[in-house]
């Protein structure tokens, strides 16, 4: 069973950058499509960003195109979301999911693993 650990969240004010990092305890960490959810009060868990494991290909939602790029490093068994020009809409809890198949899929539903989340604030 996989094990993820999300760190790297924390406050930071608007036009700001965070780096989120998700260690994975999986072996074959390289066969895992990885994406990173967030979740603010009230409202469903969303899809950010995903990389798929075969070629790493990466897709986004359109809000943070161009401000925030997901990144996996198959050695450290580790996917990294790197944030910049942060916006107060980009509050809340982000969890990083794996689901193992070759192509992104951008349902909670559709991941099997997440890890506990980290805390991302950003003050206007």
């Known amino acids: 069973q996989m094990q993820l650990v999300e760190s790297g969240g924390g406050l930071v004010q608007a036009g700001g950058s965070l780096r989120l990092s998700c260690i994975a305890s999986?072996?074959?960490?390289?066969?895992?499509?990885m994406g990173w959810f967030r979740q603010s009060p009230g409202n469903e868990r969303e899809f950010v960003a995903a990389?798929?494991?075969?070629?790493?290909?990466?897709y986004y939602t359109d809000s943070v195109k161009g401000r925030f790029t997901i990144s996996r490093d198959n050695v450290e068994d580790t996917v990294y979301l790197q944030m910049d020009n942060l916006k107060p809409v980009d509050t809340g809890i982000y969890y990083c999911?794996?689901?193992?198949?070759?192509?992104?899929?951008?349902?909670?539903?559709?991941?099997?693993?997440w890890g506990q989340g980290t805390q991302v604030t950003v003050s206007s």
């Open positions: 990389v798929t494991w075969r070629d790493a290909l990466t």
């Open positions: 999986e072996g074959t960490f390289s066969t895992w499509t």
């Open positions: 999911g794996a689901v193992l198949a070759a192509r992104a899929y951008f349902q909670p539903s559709e991941y099997a693993y």
